[in-house]
């Protein structure tokens, strides 16, 4: 598959960049042409070119390499016309015995037809007119040597080859183009769904994590319900933690608001893990094999519930990407520090991870969705040293209400 942006462009002449500007400077210089080439037969054995001048010329060959020349201003949309026009002026310009040959208007038109001719049938049918032209011309003429037969049959060819190769060539291009831009809208497509699937899980996450904490803020008011009249102090704690809760819930609200949630499923009914577990997920991941080293510094206990399910989410996925991608024999660091308000988490291998390229896949989506959610950054891709890293920055405060 030929990677999205690397679609090799044709170069952009100035027959492509000005068309009519450019055929109507080809019609003249042809023209121009037609009229100062020649030459001229002393004797049998010997032949001197010779300039032609313009008055050389009767009125008649004026107008038979005018309509020949002007006919190429055309070639692009009626190259089968065009030709004719010029298989014409050739046969007028000999018959009537002017000097010189018109040829290289014939080659030009030749040239259009292979180039320009929109159905295969009618350009190979040119091509097959053109040599046989040549082939009769060379019939009628016994003076006319085997070399230059074949020479007359090759630049026949070749005009008509060139032009049709120049057509396949760009037919190509413009298929790898399509392509390419399909690949792009397939990708970007693709990118969509797994940012909305990834933002529906955040949403499931978030949804239990508000039931959980509305489900204390019932608990503690029923039980300061209770104790009210008998233990005054009780109840006042019982409510300060419902008001502490309530809190929390509405933080948690304002994250779930506007993310589209999905049909519930049966998944995800347990607890959801917290950063305090990134302990026990390094331990299992070194029980497959990983080799991990593990450093925490001053990350608070008492983290938001949508921080600290996103931050242990983002270790997650970064180890997993590790265990898939980094290969045998990584070494891989996972550091956890707080400071200024944010939580800093950084996983860093020294695998072959670094050759792949960042985003290629639905997991840094996942993450970096996660991350800008909160409020925060992640960073991946490959390390100077060689290796892949994720750094993500997930603020800890509460968003004002």
């Keep these: 598959m030929t990677p999205l942006g690397s679609v090799p462009r044709p170069l952009l002449g100035p027959f492509t960049r000005w068309p009519r500007t450019a055929d109507a400077t080809l019609a003249f210089v042809v023209f ?73 208007t014939t080659l030009i038109s030749l040239y259009g037809v292979g180039r320009y001719a929109t159905k295969d049938q009618w350009s190979y049918g040119g091509a097959g007119v053109a040599l046989a032209l040549v082939g009769i011309s060379a019939l009628s003429d016994t003076e006319t040597t085997a070399t230059a037969i074949g020479f007359s049959f090759f630049v026949t060819f ?18 790898l183009q399509e392509r390419a831009a399909y ?40 039980a300061a319900k209770t104790v009210a009249a008998d233990d005054p ?64 510094d001053g990350v608070p206990t008492d983290l938001p ?35 200024n308000g944010r939580v800093a988490i950084e996983v860093a291998d020294t695998g072959r991870g670094g050759t792949i390229l960042p985003g290629s896949g639905h997991g840094i989506l996942g993450m970096r969705e996660r991350a800008l959610l909160l409020g925060g950054s992640l960073d991946a891709g490959p390390r100077p040293g060689g290796g892949f890293q994720v750094v993500a920055r997930l603020p800890i405060g509460e968003e004002p209400m």
């Design 32 to 104: 121009m042409t037609g009229l100062f080439n020649g030459s001229s037969q002393d004797d049998a054995n010997a032949q001197d070119f010779a300039i032609r001048f313009v008055t050389d010329l009767p009125i008649t060959a004026y107008f038979v390499l005018a309509a020949g020349s002007a006919a190429l201003y055309w070639r692009r949309r009626q190259p089968l016309i065009v030709f004719g026009v010029s298989l014409v002026v050739s046969f007028l310009w000999e018959n009537l015995g002017y000097p010189g040959d018109p040829g290289i």
């Design 305 to 339: 519930a949508r921080v600290d399910l996103s931050a242990y989410r983002i270790v997650q996925e970064a180890l997993t990407n590790v265990l898939k991608h980094a290969g045998p024999g990584a070494r891989t660091e996972v550091r956890l520090s707080a400071d």
């Design 183 to 222: 690949l792009e809208r397939e990708r970007a497509a693709e990118a969509r769904r797994a940012v909305a699937d990834e933002r529906a899980r955040i949403a499931r996450e978030l949804h239990d994590v508000v039931a959980h904490r509305v489900s204390m803020m019932t608990v503690q008011a029923g």
């Design 158 to 175: 070749l005009s008509w080859y060139i032009g049709r190769r120049v057509r396949i060539r760009g037919e190509y291009l413009t298929i």
């Design 233 to 296: 102090a009780g109840a006042f704690q019982a409510m300060e933690a419902v008001e502490q809760a309530g809190r929390q819930a509405l933080g948690e609200l304002r994250h779930l608001l506007g993310v589209l949630r999905p049909e519930a499923e049966v998944d995800g009914l347990g607890p959801q893990p917290r950063l305090a577990e990134v302990p026990r997920l390094v331990d299992q991941l070194r029980g497959a094999g990983l080799e991990i080293s593990l450093t925490i």
